[in-house]
């Protein structure tokens, strides 16, 4: 754990002017993202590039993106490109990473976790399934386990090296635990929440130079939607506050990339399979994340990993 440092100033205000120009560089950036996408695919549909593997992928890949996706890649670019000026700002050094060895011991606490963490929220996707919740695919992939593993790795990694390690530490120089702790919490759930709608879509033809505010609109909407936001920000907050009291008790990353890995696994693969019956809210949501029962099961599972670890 950090001591707070006499001469660090406060990393919150400056992580939240982060966040801002990141979400404002990102609705400037969309449109001109967007007419760049639309040009590529006016030139990849030329005869000379139809036959190359490639550009058929990224061909197909642009017909399928509506405006809200390069929203997203242009909030993407924005937090790569001002993500050092930020470090630089905040005087980022080594104590703020947590110890990695031992790596065996690591290594069985990620296991564990990532076992513990899918194999009981896929339990509870299966409660839902037999409730009549979901419905499976006609012919759903039973098998690929490709995608799900990727996205549990990059964001178990990725994630939790960002804002239980960097972010957190940074907290910590100049606040209380408890206030770093719920002040972590609270932008990573921000983060994941900061996305417009389901469903909701800006038509190719009504794009102006303004629509990258309009998301910024809607993403805004969503915060005065009571049910909305006891169901997916209440979950999001308590997995962030699980994560972040996992990586104090432990001293290090390897639990809360275990867990974290863990529910992304368990979201993704059940997503592949199923089809959400509506109705349900706000106990079961669209995925695994929304509705009160996820929100219980994450805090049911942050009790067992903490008695857990604590006996090993």
């Not at 509870?124 to 549990?152: M, N, S, V």
């Not at 800006?202 to 169901?231: C, E, P």
Request: with cysteine; glycine share 10%; hydrophobic share 55%.
């Amino acid at each position: 754990m950090q001591a707070a440092s006499p001469g660090s100033s406060p990393a919150l205000p400056k992580l939240l002017l982060y966040l801002l120009a990141v979400m404002l560089g990102g609705a400037l950036l969309a449109v001109p993202l967007f007419h760049l996408g639309k040009a590529a695919h006016g030139w990849l549909s030329t005869p000379a590039w139809q036959e190359v593997g490639a550009a058929k992928w990224l061909l197909k890949e642009i017909e399928r993106a509506h405006f809200t996706r390069y929203f997203n890649r242009a909030v993407l670019v924005c937090a790569i490109a001002l993500i050092w000026p930020f470090l630089r700002w905040v005087r980022l050094d080594r104590s703020l990473l947590p110890a990695w060895r031992p790596f065996r011991d690591g290594i069985q606490q990620w296991v564990l976790c990532f076992l513990l963490a899918s194999g009981l929220l896929l339990a509870l996707g299966f409660i839902f399934f037999k409730l009549g919740a979901y419905q499976l695919h006609p012919r759903p992939p039973w098998f690929k386990f490709g995608e799900p593993l990727t996205a549990a790795l990059g964001a178990g990694i990725v994630e939790e090296f960002f804002f239980r390690s960097l972010l957190l530490g940074l907290l910590l120089r100049t606040m209380s635990t408890r206030s770093a702790l719920i002040a972590c919490t609270f932008v990573f759930a921000l983060v994941h929440f900061l996305k417009p709608p389901e469903g909701w879509q800006i038509d190719d033809a009504a794009v102006t130079w303004n629509s990258g505010f309009l998301v910024l609109m809607q993403i805004a909407a969503g915060f005065g939607d009571v049910q909305f936001l006891l169901a997916e920000f209440a979950t999001l907050f308590a997995v962030g506050w699980v994560l972040a009291q996992v990586r104090m008790q432990t001293g290090a990353l390897w639990a809360g990339i275990g867990l974290h890995g863990g529910w992304v696994f368990g979201l993704k693969y059940f997503s592949a399979l199923t089809n959400y019956n509506s109705g349900w809210l706000p106990w079961i949501g669209p995925n695994l994340k929304i509705g009160l029962a996820p929100l219980l099961m994450v805090i049911f599972t942050g009790w067992i990993v903490a008695r857990l670890l604590r006996a090993r």
